[in-house]
């Protein structure tokens, strides 16, 4: 679903499909109607933003390097108690990245405006979670 939301969005722009599986991604470009190529997992992609709509991430794994090797952006949709060794990577090579954080607040935001008929500014809902990181960190007995 996030995958298939991100290609919508971004319609209007050259896309390229990468699945772990590539029959999924064959299947996932004809289900949204999208005008995008597919490419083969673990090769190099055309330089751009790179979208991560997998759960690669979510257990410390890495997306493979060449993908990173050319990316001009890194929106990383998977979240947990930090940011993913994917964005950890991107960020030390200067590459701009989003971590699934982000959409999380995202979601929270919109989600509250549909129900409640009220705009908060996501930033409540950004410090909130990251209260409540810190909280599980702390009773962890970390940082």
């Keep these: 679903g996030a995958a ?3 290609l919508v ?8 499909v990468v699945a772990r599986r590539p029959a999924m991604a064959v ?6 109607g999208a005008k995008a190529e597919t490419i083969v997992w673990g ?22 390097d060449v993908f990173l090797d050319s990316a001009t952006g890194l929106v990383d949709m998977p979240y947990g108690d930090s ?3 994917s964005v950890r990577v991107a960020r030390k090579r200067g590459i701009p990245a989003a971590d699934g954080l982000e959409m999380l607040v995202g979601q929270a935001a919109e989600s509250f405006a549909v129900w409640t008929g009220e705009r908060v500014d996501s930033a409540v809902f ?8 810190e909280n599980r960190r702390r009773a962890r007995g970390e940082r």
């Design 83 to 85: 940011a993913t060794r």
């Design 4 to 6: 298939a939301a991100a």
């Design 43 to 64: 090769e190099p992609a055309p330089a751009g933003v790179i979208v991560n709509a997998t759960s690669l991430g979510m257990r410390g794994e890495a997306l493979p």
């Design 9 to 16: 969005a971004l319609e209007a722009h050259d896309l390229y």
């Design 126 to 133: 950004r410090a909130a979670a990251e209260a409540e990181l």
């Design 27 to 32: 299947r996932l470009v004809e289900r949204v």
